[in-house]
């Protein structure tokens, strides 16, 4: 577990084909893909003490969920169950808690999840699989469960938000969005919620500092936007909404206040 640091953030690159565990834009699906440098292969390690240990949670930097275990059939061609994001208010924590343990070379990890089954990078160098898979002894541990641990740096200042690239009303995506606004205290002095139709987290900021301007003077770029964390901590959403129509909960925090100070930003790019 040395290899893991509460609050930081790391990429899982497959020790055999080279890739990289992918938190995929519906905001469901985990994949492997070669792109490095994406938010989409961050992830944010959680560090917990539990009664047989330390075990970690793995929590997506793009769209705020946590990398779980499921007990659903992989894909055809695919060996064991599935993988995917799964949010931190679902019910049972099994899922998405995991232990890692380092390989005989102690240059690699196997993630084992509270249920026994090891993370698996799947298929042949074309695949994008990534499932969970058992192992009945250690003879059986395939070099496809081997993982190794990336690194990424913070950076002091919050990314650029990407820019609108296609026009709302051609949309399909539609969601409720439901947000509260702190002051520099950490109260809460503004709450509503909305639809909103399309992906754009730059349309997002915009619509949601016209909807607070009822409440307090301001503007869109006085704002930061953050989804919470299973352990009551906040991170800065700062990528493209999910290819879904799920209700987004969000917390307003003003820009140059504690609460922002307190957010870490991901240098992908590094």
Not at 128 to 148: H, P
Not at 164 to 185: C, E, G, K
Request: aromatic share 8%.
């Amino acid at each position: 577990m040395e290899q893991f640091h509460h609050g930081h953030h790391v990429r899982l690159r497959s020790r055999v084909h080279g890739t990289y565990l992918h938190a995929d834009e519906d905001g469901h699906g985990v994949s492997l893909r070669q792109r490095r440098a994406s938010m989409n292969t961050a992830w944010a390690v959680h560090l917990h003490e539990g009664q047989n240990g330390q075990f970690l949670l793995l929590h997506c930097a793009a769209y705020g969920r946590y990398l779980a275990a499921t007990d659903a059939e992989a894909p055809l061609g695919h060996r064991g169950l599935r993988v995917e994001q799964r949010n931190y208010n679902r019910p049972g924590v099994e899922p998405i808690v995991w232990q890692a343990m380092l390989s005989e070379s102690e240059e690699e990890v196997y993630l084992r999840n509270a249920g026994g089954r090891r993370l698996r990078a799947n298929g042949k160098n074309w695949s994008t699989g990534a499932t969970v898979d058992n192992v009945d002894d250690l003879d059986n541990i395939s070099r496809k469960m081997l993982w190794v641990v990336e690194h990424i740096p913070a950076m002091d200042i919050i990314p650029h938000l990407p820019r609108p690239t296609w026009i709302p009303h051609l949309t399909f995506w539609s969601r409720l969005i439901m947000y509260v606004l702190q002051n520099a205290d950490g109260a809460f002095i503004a709450h509503g919620s909305f639809m909103f139709r399309g992906r754009s987290v730059f349309r997002l900021r915009k619509e949601l500092a016209r909807k607070m301007r009822a409440s307090v003077n301001v503007e869109a770029s006085d704002i930061l936007m953050c989804l919470p964390t299973r352990d009551a901590r906040l991170f800065p959403l700062v990528v493209d909404l999910p290819s879904n129509s799920e209700n987004l909960h969000i917390v307003v925090v003003g820009a140059g206040t504690p609460a922002e100070a307190d957010l870490r930003y991901v240098d992908v790019d590094a």
